[in-house]
């Protein structure tokens, strides 16, 4: 098995064209508004696994200083591009996430968007680094795959070996085969899991939420009423059983 940077920097020249339909506009609208709920001042942020810089560009646009870490310098290349085209200056630097090349308690926020705390081969040392690098107080902001949406697939699909891999073993091979051969491993997290794995590191869970629960959606009809999705999906987000329903969650952690 491969790893995800891997996946990435192979198709990271079309990346950003492989998001761009309804479902993922409304994904990533929600993103935004939770963070507007936890990021109400301007301060110095990383984003680890900035990819081709989505989040890096959008707290940039928002004055904030900001540094983009990945794996992939392809992504990074592509991401330095779109930087350069919207005139935002942004640090963009090739590194692990596991040994983060900053000072202890130097950034406001550190970003782990795109699941990166799933992908990572060890998420605990990504966790202690971005507790490393945080000030006292600053918020981890994440997203990571929904341990439930996978075993629901498995087991309606009757793939119980899958099923049981996932529930025994935590980590699942994922990629799509349609864009590249490679396959890398996944850790899907359940809901209940993220506040203990966040207390063990040293972060309070102070958020977390559902992200596009009420899918399958009629793509054209998401596309012409978008902004009532968005709204019906923040007004549900935090329920418990939307928790259950949705690919991905969000979590929001304060550093003690």
């Not at 990435?8 to 479902?23: K, N």
């Not at 109400?40 to 870490?69: C, F, N, Q, S």
């Not at 782990?112 to 040392?125: I, R």
């Not at 309606?156 to 073993?169: D, H, I, P």
Request: hydrophobic share 40%; proline share 2%.
């Amino acid at each position: 098995m491969r790893e995800s940077w891997e996946y990435y920097s192979e198709i990271a020249s079309r990346y950003d064209y492989m998001y761009e339909e309804p479902y993922w506009n409304l994904y990533h609208r929600i993103v935004e508004r939770l963070l507007e709920d936890h990021v109400k001042t301007i301060g110095r942020t990383l984003d680890i696994g900035t990819g081709t810089g989505r989040w890096a560009l959008y707290l940039a646009e928002k004055a904030h200083e900001v540094v983009g870490v990945d794996l992939s310098q392809e992504m990074l290349s592509v991401a330095s591009r779109k930087a350069g085209l919207a005139d935002l200056k942004i640090d963009f630097v090739h590194s692990n996430a596991e040994r983060l090349p900053f000072e202890k308690e130097c950034f406001d926020y550190v970003l782990a968007m795109g699941d990166l705390l799933s992908y990572a081969k060890n998420t605990s040392e990504v966790l202690a680094e971005c507790q490393r690098v945080l000030k006292r107080g600053g918020l981890l902001l994440a997203t990571v795959d929904n341990a439930w949406a996978f075993l629901h697939d498995f087991l309606s699909r009757g793939e119980y070996s899958m099923a049981k891999r996932l529930v025994e073993k935590d980590k699942i091979p994922i990629g799509d085969s349609s864009v590249s051969s490679i396959v890398f491993a996944t850790k899907p997290f359940f809901p209940e899991e993220i506040g203990h794995l966040l207390n063990m590191n040293g972060f309070d869970l102070i958020d977390i939420s559902s992200v596009v629960a009420f899918y399958p959606y009629d793509e054209q009809a998401l596309a012409a009423k978008i902004d009532s999705a968005v709204d019906w999906e923040l007004k549900y987000c935090r329920n418990r059983e939307t928790l259950a329903r949705s690919e991905h969650l969000f979590l929001c952690g304060k550093k003690r």
